[in-house]
């Protein structure tokens, strides 16, 4: 009589796809080798135009310009940026501060980025108003007030306009 080929389990793990693959050792071979063929093109592909800023990738792409300090969040620019550079590269500061765990929330009043910035009130009213019609701040009205914070849109194009500089 033959002996009993034993099964073999499988755990694969790619990021956030997980799968099992049990049974027979050649099975289990081949069925791996279908799942790489199909789920790594696929997974190389939606990497590729997946657009999403982590904590480490803001430090990274925003770190020259922004520092946190134990007054909050703030821009140190090295050179003299525009009012609608100053004002985005704030909200990443603040971004950046909120997702390291140091402050509750990734949203400004007018009222805060007119301290922290130490911009004239009607130039950041307006670069704000330019910033969330372009989609690259987003507004949200709560009981106690308008509030702003940077989009994903809004992260990438900052990233592109102080490449050109």
Same mark, same amino acid.
């Given at each position: 009589?033959?002996?009993?080929?034993? +099964? #073999? /389990?499988?755990?694969?793990?790619?990021?956030?796809?997980?799968? %099992?693959?049990?049974?027979?050792?050649?099975?289990?071979?081949?069925?791996?080798?279908?799942?790489?063929?199909?789920?790594?093109?696929?997974?190389?592909?939606?990497?590729?135009?997946?657009?999403?800023?982590?904590?480490? %990738?803001?430090?990274?792409?925003?770190?020259?310009?922004?520092?946190?300090?134990?007054?909050?969040? =703030?821009?140190?620019?090295? +050179?003299?940026?525009? %009012?609608?550079?100053?004002?985005?590269?704030?909200?990443?500061?603040? /971004?950046?501060?909120?997702?390291?765990?140091?402050?509750?929330?990734? =949203? @400004?009043?007018?009222?805060?980025?007119? =301290?922290?910035?130490? #911009?004239?009130? /009607?130039?950041?009213?307006?670069?704000?108003?330019? #910033?969330?019609?372009?989609?690259?701040?987003?507004? @949200?009205?709560?009981? %106690?007030?308008?509030?702003?914070?940077?989009?994903?849109?809004?992260?990438?194009?900052?990233? =592109?306009?102080?490449? /050109?500089?």
């Amino acid at each position: 009589m033959l002996s009993e080929q034993k +099964k #073999l /389990k499988v755990h694969v793990k790619l990021d956030a796809f997980e799968t %099992d693959i049990e049974g027979l050792p050649d099975e289990v071979g081949l069925e791996f080798n279908r799942l790489l063929a199909k789920v790594v093109p696929t997974y190389d592909l939606a990497k590729k135009i997946l657009l999403s800023y982590g904590l480490n %990738d803001m430090v990274t792409k925003f770190g020259a310009y922004v520092r946190i300090t134990p007054e909050g969040p =703030r821009v140190l620019p090295e +050179k003299q940026l525009s %009012d609608k550079f100053l004002i985005a590269l704030q909200l990443v500061a603040v /971004k950046i501060s909120a997702e390291s765990g140091r402050q509750s929330t990734h =949203r @400004v009043t007018l009222q805060e980025l007119e =301290r922290t910035t130490g #911009l004239n009130p /009607k130039s950041i009213s307006s670069r704000l108003s330019e #910033l969330v019609k372009a989609g690259q701040v987003e507004r @949200v009205v709560v009981d %106690d007030g308008k509030y702003y914070f940077i989009t994903t849109m809004g992260m990438e194009w900052l990233e =592109r306009q102080l490449g /050109k500089k």
